[in-house]
T-cell receptor, first 111, second 111 residues
Framework: RKEVEQDPGPFNVPEGATVAFNCTYS??????FFWYRQDCRKEPKLLMS???SGNEDGRFTAQLNRASQYISLLIRDSKLSDSATYLC????????????FGTGTLLAVQP | DTAVSQTPKYLVTQMGNDKSIKCEQN?????MYWYKQDSKKFLKIMFS???????INETVPNRFSPKSPDKAHLNLHINSLELGDSAVYFC??????????FGPGTRLLVL
């Protein structure tokens, strides 16, 4: 089993739709969680951290479910500019300061 | 101001050659990384250095040799390049407990 797993998609949604991505992780000792966004031929950039209580940033909401070991990202009112690959990342903590990335979920927002 | 920079941006070379990729960060972070992103877009960690010391080596072939002259720089030297080395190589840096920042990537094509 991969350490961090995501549905690769693609998710094809119309503008204005709400779309949700899930990401599961295998190590229950994982400490921190993040969503990154990667545009075509660009580097991954942090979209948001994921906190235990859930957190929101505009149209984006991130949730963490430690019991079931998954994180989610909800995008409301999708825009064309949201089209990208969304990568979840999990930090095991400790001395290595290492992030494990999922394979990414491709989102294509259609006009 | 560029936080994490890499050179070159593109690298096209013949099988069997030796090449280097350079990375610099001006964020004052202690930890730097090299990732490889293959054609399937999976972002896989290769190496991590903390304050010039190697802390992660993810069973990468020993043709790959990272070098950190100081904590702001982490270079990657690749000997005897093979076709399968073609990928995008991302450098990244991270402060303890902070967000990880990626460089713009180096697109390596081995012919």
């Amino acid at each position: 089993r991969k350490e961090v797993e995501q549905d690769p998609g693609p998710f094809n949604v119309p503008e204005g739709a709400t779309v949700a991505f899930n990401c599961t992780y295998s190590n229950s000792a994982s400490q921190s969680f993040f969503w990154y966004r990667q545009d075509c031929r660009k580097e991954p950039k942090l979209l948001m951290s994921v906190y235990s209580s859930g957190n929101e940033d505009g149209r984006f909401t991130a949730q963490l479910n430690r019991a079931s070991q998954y994180i989610s990202l909800l995008i409301r009112d999708s825009k064309l500019s949201d089209s990208a690959t969304y990568l979840c990342a999990v930090d095991l903590g400790g001395a290595t300061n290492k992030l494990i990335f999922g394979t990414g979920t491709l989102l294509a927002v259609q006009p | 101001d560029t936080a994490v920079s890499q050179t070159p941006k593109y690298l096209v070379t013949q099988m069997g050659n030796d090449k280097s990729i350079k990375c610099e960060q001006n964020l004052g972070h202690d930890t730097m990384y090299w990732y490889k992103q293959d054609s399937k877009k999976f972002l896989k960690i290769m190496f991590s250095y903390n304050n010039k010391e190697l802390i992660i080596n993810e069973t990468v072939p020993n043709r790959f040799s990272p070098k950190s002259p100081d904590k702001a720089h982490l270079n990657l030297h690749i000997n005897s390049l093979e076709l399968g080395d073609s990928a995008v190589y991302f450098c990244a840096s991270r402060g303890l407990g902070e967000t990880q920042y990626f460089g713009p990537g180096t697109r390596l094509l081995v012919l």
